[in-house]
């Protein structure tokens, strides 16, 4: 689909605070081709991938990143809230419809984020993951090398490692950058490992964060 709030045309968002409340929505449907044949992005792998977790720690996915990563990070003030318990100083999201009026995706995202994403971040504490995951605080020296490692190519620069995107020329890693794009909301961050340089930007728009990150790497190109 090209728009994602048609998700929720037959099944209302409010009823999607839990990873497994997505199954239905896509448990019976065809696999795109079998497993292991090529690289696709894809939400309902994470949406699996948290349950997954879930079952092995017994714990909610939500709970088990705030124990085991935003408590690590000292992420203070980051979390997976829900529509109707943000905390004070939330922003909105704002959805720019095409007649020219604006208005927020309270409705055109599931109540509670997840496994797939949808965790409210703020830029200074994005940093702060960057910088645990890289001092190896959240995984051990090994298996962070195995998440940023390369596992599938998408183009000639662009490679996929465990959730984070890199891209690499011939013979070194550029960065390694992970973004998200929904109804009202954007987020591009990236860490640049020949200059140690970390990028976080947030929007409240659905691609507020695109351009200003476009204009970023161009002043970091000519570092």
Known sequence: MKDFEEL???TPMYHIRRGRNFLPLFQTEPMKGPAGERFHYNNAGYILLGLIVE?????EFTDYVQKYIFTKADITDSGYFSFDSLPPNTAFGYIDDDNGTWRTNIYSLPVKGG???GAYVTVKDMAKLWEALLNHQLLSESLTNMLLSTHAQVNENDYYGYGVWIKRSESSILKY???GYD???SFHSAYYPNLSIKVVVCSNKSDGAYDIMGEI???IKKQ
């Open 115 to 117: 496994a797939d994403g």
């Open 177 to 179: 950058h992970i973004m």
């Open 55 to 59: 079952k092995a720690s017994g714990l």
């Open 183 to 185: 109804p009202g909301v």
């Open 217 to 219: 790497e161009g002043e």
């Open 8 to 10: 929720w045309v037959n």
